[in-house]
């Protein structure tokens, strides 16, 4: 494998002005490297998931005017697409590296997952790390530590999956932009092979 790790470089392509401009530096500098991950962990992902798996390199084809400000390579058991599926992302803001499993807006049985999760959510707060992190918007760099997180907090997270029709639910890591670019590529290989392999319950529960 030729993946070489990320680079202060990398990170700043998300400060780069102009759609096409940054359209261009994404192409270059970061989708190679999304596309080596992408192969690289699509077996992986196949056998602990015990599903054939496939990896989609964002495209932000839709754009015509706003450039964006993260970028992510996603895998799901669909050849076509990972929006309606429940799916592992790999990907970076300006700031950091995410790794995430992820069920987003366009998933048709979010409701029937909320309830899942509700029933399970025992297990889910004493399993879930205190250094990961939750998201209820993938288009946000926000997110709701662990560590800070009561039990009722993350029912309600839960609950909303159930109620809210635009809900998200997201759990993962991120690793600071700083550290993200010290790590070698095997480090960072190894870390995220750790990641998913903590966010495998979830993953089978959806």
Known sequence: ????????????VFTIDGL?????????????KLEELGSHFTPQLSSLVGDE???????HARRTKNPPNDTWVAFAANPRGYKM???????????????WFALIYEAPNKEKFGKLLERNADTIFSQTPEDFVWSTDHTKPDVIPQSG???DELLSLFNRLQTVKKAEILCGYQIPRDKA???SSD???EKIEVVFKTLLPLYKLA
């Open 1 to 12: 494998m030729t993946f070489s790790g990320f680079t202060d470089k990398d990170f700043e």
């Open 20 to 32: 096409d401009e940054r359209m261009e530096a994404l192409k270059q500098h970061i989708r190679p």
């Open 53 to 59: 798996m496939y990896y989609h390199v964002a495209k």
């Open 85 to 99: 599926m429940p799916h592992f992302q790999i990907g970076l803001w300006e700031t950091h590296l995410f790794v």
């Open 149 to 151: 997180l009561s039990k």
């Open 181 to 183: 670019i010290t790590l």
């Open 187 to 189: 480090e960072l290989i």
